[in-house]
């Protein structure tokens, strides 16, 4: 039975063997509580900054209460403090700076040094007084007595020598040089001033460099230490070039020969590399009196050129052969030839010289830098005689770098040979099946041009089986790639194959690349393998002009990859499409792509899906319309499948995605129309607008010329109606007696008449209303006054007078009212041209121009309305006095 409760006694002292006892020791040491912070209160304490201190005032602090790890970081970010505030860093913490570097250790000066040579370098600085400063800084540490630091202020130096003006190098620089240039100074010291003078010298004159620079650099030349005379060397070609080509030939030329019978190698090796680089400022005669001798003495067999030399030779032989051969006899020629051939051998078991084997292939690759240079120098017509033995070797050489670097210039070389490129087929079989892979690396980076160089040359590949080798050659390359992890150089290679469809018949082509690549495309799994094949295998579908081929690459295509049973075939068809857009034209992929792409819309993974939905974009930008009118359907309704019946989230949101986007180019579009028809009908408002203006212009002018005429009408029309009313008046009056005198009349059909008469008075209506008034008034006046007579005659004959006067006034009531309709149909006309101008002003409210005509228009009318009342008035009154006339007359009858 288990007990009920557990006592548990104390810890008593641990028992065991004492290996146990030494590991339990070890746990507890182990389990031991760990210290939390690495620093202590009072380091926390030192280390912490007032937070509400600016960039400039916490680095002044921590220059003068920091330590040194915050001294080094503050120095570091001096260039961003001098980007941010250059006057107040200058001003406060560069002085700091100045004081921590006196006494400091090699991390702060180190850091100084860059910091201050970031400043000078990224031209931060805008004013010379912060380059003086920063100069004074420099010089104070440039002999430090640690080589790194000293260097490190050297490099700030020189840099701040190209921001500096001339007097201040010459006051503050140069004139130290004079005394750091001699032998009592160290060797450090020395060094640098021989670096600074070459600095200099393109800062200055060539009168300055010849008369104060040059004599220095003279003595530094011969110089008892071999490294000074070393560094100097390397700074003559600069100072050559500051000084001129004459005075170079006469001063330093001499001194550089001197150098070059130096007892050091290494000074003997900067002299010759020196004058090699000042060879296109000599002249003809200074090429075939200094420089010949020189390279001849180089490359004579019998004199013991050390290997630097020979490094250095190699390397410059190129160029010494092409700047010297038209200084060159045909001895020298052939001796430098031979001297390349040993060159190309050196360091070999042929080799009679034993040299090291670091120096023997560098000088074989420099060779095989040179080939193209040489190659021009002995004609290519003389290659397979003069060079063809060195370069076949190179091209066989057991060091991997040799062969690599022939490799790398094997396009020059094939193309200078042209029609002679069949020669060096051996040798690029050799490179295409070469055991490694940094020579086919080197080899493809220019593949396409070999190939197209060779291949072009097809007559002399048909001989003796040569294209079926090279074929073989290439396939068997790719393999040796294929099989390797180096995948980046597997997708360079099939891209330089694509070139491939260019220049071999596309049934060769179809029998002997297209299965490879296809092959590739369905089993290689590095994506960018698969899309360079697929790419190529595009390439190759679309040159290739036999309708049964290509019809057979397609069915593969959809077979294996669109129909495929495994997910990533139908994933790299998609890519195939992809690449199809770009390479075949869209009449080509509307018919053969298009269709088993959008098949895939029932395709069970998501991915597939999705990267359909990816695709879409594309494939609806190849349809034009009305032609593709039946496949925009199936993309319609591919797309409506989509939107309704998928499930998967991602894939619903790039369809939608395409779905919106595709409405905004709908959208897009309608935009667009709208915008070109508002421009149509702005265009057209503006021309009818201005024919419009015209029109009325015209019309606005004849209407006013007619309104003038016809206001000069009517004055004229009115004083002769007035003048030829009088004169009918007389003759009525002459009449009317002579009727009286002779016809008598009876009273009732008179009084009969009467009322129809005045009816037909009251009846009528015009602007004579008033005339008619009053000759009703004195008609009525007459009437009564001869009722009270006694004289039945003279009654019969006054009511038959007022009859024929009733009728009179009719004939002038008549008269009266045509022109008073005439004078309305005018008023009407004047009306209807106040409304047009009246129009006119409010369409052209802008133009004053017309408003003033208008308003002489308006003016003109209202004068003829004025003239039209005062016409009026006169005719009334004109009727008026006849009127009394008559009755005076009558009653002069009736008395």
Avoid at 41 to 62: G, K
Avoid at 779 to 803: D, E, G, N
């Amino acid at each position: 039975m288990l007990p009920g409760r557990m006592t548990l006694s104390p810890p008593g002292p641990p028992c065991g063997p004492p290996e146990e006892l030494q590991e339990l020791q070890e746990l507890a040491f182990i389990e031991r509580p760990i210290r939390r912070s690495l620093k202590t209160a009072e380091e926390i304490d030192q280390l912490t900054v007032d937070e509400d201190l600016n960039d400039v005032e916490r680095a002044v602090y921590l220059l003068s209460m920091g330590q040194e790890v915050q001294r080094a970081s503050v120095i570091s970010n001096l260039p961003s403090l001098v980007r941010q505030n250059p006057a107040e860093t200058f001003r406060r913490v560069v002085p700091k700076v100045r004081d921590v570097l006196n006494g400091a250790g090699a991390e702060i000066q180190l850091a100084a040094a860059t910091s201050f040579l970031t400043i000078l370098q990224d031209d931060i600085i805008l004013i010379h007084t912060h380059t003086y400063s920063i100069l004074k800084t420099v010089l104070l540490h440039l002999n430090h007595r640690d080589a790194v630091v000293s260097s490190a202020w050297l490099e700030t130096l020189l840099s701040a020598i190209n921001a500096l003006p001339k007097e201040t190098i010459k006051q503050e620089v140069l004139n130290p040089l004079l005394y750091q240039s001699q032998l009592s100074h160290s060797l450090q010291a020395r060094l640098a001033a021989c670096r600074i003078l070459g600095r200099a010298s393109c800062k200055f004159d060539s009168l300055i460099v010849k008369k104060e620079l040059l004599p220095l650099a003279r003595s530094l030349c011969r110089d008892v230490e071999p490294e000074v005379r070393v560094c100097m060397c390397h700074q003559l070609e600069s100072m050559a070039r500051a000084i001129g080509v004459d005075d170079t030939r006469s001063e330093l030329l001499p001194e550089m020969l001197e150098l070059a019978g130096d007892e050091e190698g290494s000074v003997r090796l900067a002299a010759f590399d020196s004058i090699i680089s000042l060879m296109e400022m000599m002249d003809g005669d200074d090429r075939l009196h200094l420089l010949v001798p020189l390279v001849m003495s180089a490359c004579d067999a019998s004199s013991q050129v050390d290997e630097g030399v020979m490094v250095s030779l190699s390397f410059q032989f190129g160029k010494l052969c092409s700047g010297l051969a038209g200084s060159l006899s045909d001895e020298q020629k052939r001796l430098l030839l031979q001297k390349f051939q040993v060159l190309c051998m050196a360091g070999l078991p042929a080799d009679e010289n034993q040299m090291d084997v670091g120096e023997s292939t560098l000088i074989r690759c420099n060779c095989c830098y040179n080939l193209p240079a040489m190659l021009a120098f002995v004609d290519p017509a003389h290659f397979l005689s003069d060079l063809y033995p060195s370069f076949s070797g190179l091209c066989s050489d057991p060091e991997v770098s040799v062969r690599r670097s022939v490799a790398a210039g094997f396009h020059q070389v094939v193309k200078m040979l042209g029609s002679n490129v069949h020669v060096v087929h051996k040798e690029l079989l050799l490179l295409l099946q070469d055991n490694s892979l940094e020579v086919l690396d080197a080899l493809m980076n220019h593949l396409d041009e070999t190939l197209e160089v060779v291949l072009s040359r097809g007559d002399n590949l048909m001989v003796d089986n040569k294209l079926q080798e090279l074929l073989s050659a290439l396939l068997s390359a790719e393999q040796k790639v294929g099989s390797s992890l180096r995948w980046r150089l597997h997708e360079k290679l099939l891209h330089r194959y694509s070139c491939l469809s260019r220049l071999l018949p596309g049934e060769l082509l179809h029998q002997t690349f297209s299965a490879r690549i296809f092959m590739i495309l369905t089993t290689n799994k590095v994506l960018p393998v698969q899309k360079e094949a697929s790419r190529t295998f595009c390439t190759f579908l679309r040159y290739n002009r036999k309708q049964e081929q290509r019809q057979e690459m397609m069915e593969r295509l959809i077979q294996d990859l669109a129909q495929g049973r495994s997910y990533w075939n139908r994933l790299r068809f998609l890519d195939v499409c992809e690449i199809a857009t770009e390479i075949f034209s869209r009449k080509y992929f509307n018919k053969h792509f298009l269709i088993p792409a959008l098949e895939l819309v029932h395709d069970p993974v998501a991915n597939v899906r999705y990267k359909l939905c990816q695709l879409l974009p594309r494939l609806r930008s190849s349809l034009r319309l009305p032609a593709d009118k039946l496949l925009l359907q199936k993309l319609d309704f591919c797309v409506q499948k989509f939107l309704c019946r998928e499930k998967d989230k991602d894939v619903v949101a790039m369809i939608r995605k395409f779905h919106k986007r595709h409405e905004w180019d709908l959208l897009d579009q309608k935009k667009e129309k709208e915008e070109m028809l508002l421009l149509e009908m702005l265009e057209r408002q503006q021309s009818d607008g201005k024919l419009n203006s015209d029109k009325h212009m015209e019309r606005k002018r004849r209407d006013s010329k007619t309104s003038l005429s016809s206001t000069k009408s009517m004055s004229v029309s009115s004083s002769t109606g007035s003048s030829t009313s009088g004169k009918e008046t007389r003759k009525a009056k002459l009449s009317r007696s002579r009727s009286l005198s002779s016809q008598p009349t009876s009273s009732k059909p008179a009084n009969s008449d009467r009322p129809l008469k005045v009816k037909d008075l009251s009846s009528s209506s015009g602007l004579g209303k008033s005339t008619r008034d009053d000759s009703l008034r004195t008609a009525h006046f007459t009437l009564t006054t001869q009722s009270t007579s006694s004289m039945p005659v003279l009654i019969r004959s006054k009511t038959t007078s007022l009859l024929d006067q009733a009728s009179m006034l009719e004939q002038r009531d008549h008269r009266s009212s045509t022109l008073d309709h005439r004078s309305a149909t005018r008023d009407h006309r004047n009306n209807m041209m106040e409304q047009r101008t009246s129009s006119l002003e409010e369409r052209e409210h802008r133009t004053s121009t017309l408003e003033h005509r208008d308003h002489r228009t308006s003016t003109l009318g209202q004068r003829s309305k004025t003239m039209e009342r005062g016409c009026g008035m006169k005719d009334s009154q004109s009727r008026k006095l006849s009127m009394n006339r008559k009755s005076s007359s009558f009653q002069s009858e009736r008395e």
